[in-house]
């Protein structure tokens, strides 16, 4: 599959391109900076430039599946949580519906609410909104959540569950190999999952769900 992966540059998503290379898939990396090529250069992988507070629809047309793993991250305002992680990822969800783009995994995150009280609400309660577009869309969605994102390298050993509310770390390596894992496996369409790292081999966890 053509696989466009949105928020190429970030730390997880590099790691999901350095596996969708080694898969069957054929990984698109969309980047923001033309500075960012090089990298997808040596990997051999294409790349697009696109930035989603901005039409994207260039970059989704011709591809079978989104993976989206782009986030406004820490240090921005609130403002940009909600043209990022809320806005930006329905503006993709919408470009993939118009364009054909049936398959659409989502890197979530666990506790997100439309409603949350937490210390970072305006976080979880942008991705809940997103979340929730693509739920009722009629996309073929895939939601994964992952708790608190770590460097520790990846033992494939992950807990997965369809209870996306807790507390957890998940490996980065762990997250990457679940997202490029969803392709894989039809039965991952259709469901939200928190994915933290754990004793269950990952790929019997997908098979499971
Ligand atoms: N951190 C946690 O503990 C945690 C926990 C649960 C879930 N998550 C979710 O996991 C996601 C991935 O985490 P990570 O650490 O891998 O993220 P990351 O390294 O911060 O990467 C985020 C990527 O999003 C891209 N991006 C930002 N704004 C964009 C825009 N307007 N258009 C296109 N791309 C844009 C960034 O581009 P540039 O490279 O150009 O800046 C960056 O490459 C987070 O965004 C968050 O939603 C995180």
Not at 25 to 35: G, K, N, S
Not at 42 to 64: F, M, N, R, W
Request: glycine share 10%; proline share 3%.
């Amino acid at each position: 599959m053509k696989v466009l992966v949105i928020g190429a540059n970030g730390n997880t998503a590099t790691r999901l391109i350095e596996r969708l290379v080694e898969s069957e898939h054929d990984p698109i990396a969309m980047i923001r900076a033309p500075a960012q090529r090089a990298k997808f250069d040596k990997l051999g992988v294409s790349t697009v430039l696109a930035d989603l507070e901005y039409p994207i629809d260039h970059a989704v047309q011709g591809c079978d599946a989104i993976i989206f793993a782009a986030g406004s991250g820490g240090k921005t305002g609130k403002d940009k949580t909600v043209l990022i992680d809320h806005i930006g990822a329905i503006r993709s969800m919408v470009a993939a519906q118009v364009h054909g783009v049936r398959r659409y995994i989502m890197l979530s995150s666990i506790n997100n609410d439309v409603n949350s009280q937490s210390p970072i609400a305006h976080y979880h309660r942008a991705k809940a909104h997103a979340d929730n577009y693509l739920i009722e869309s009629d996309l073929d969605y895939t939601i994964v959540c992952p708790g608190g994102l770590t460097d520790e390298v990846g033992t494939e050993l992950v807990s997965v569950s369809g209870k996306l509310q807790g507390k957890g770390l998940t490996s980065r390596d762990n997250l990457a190999a679940a997202l490029a894992g969803c392709l894989d496996y039809a039965g991952t369409v259709g469901q939200s999952f928190s994915l933290l790292d754990g004793d269950t081999p990952l790929a019997e966890a997908l098979t499971r769900l």
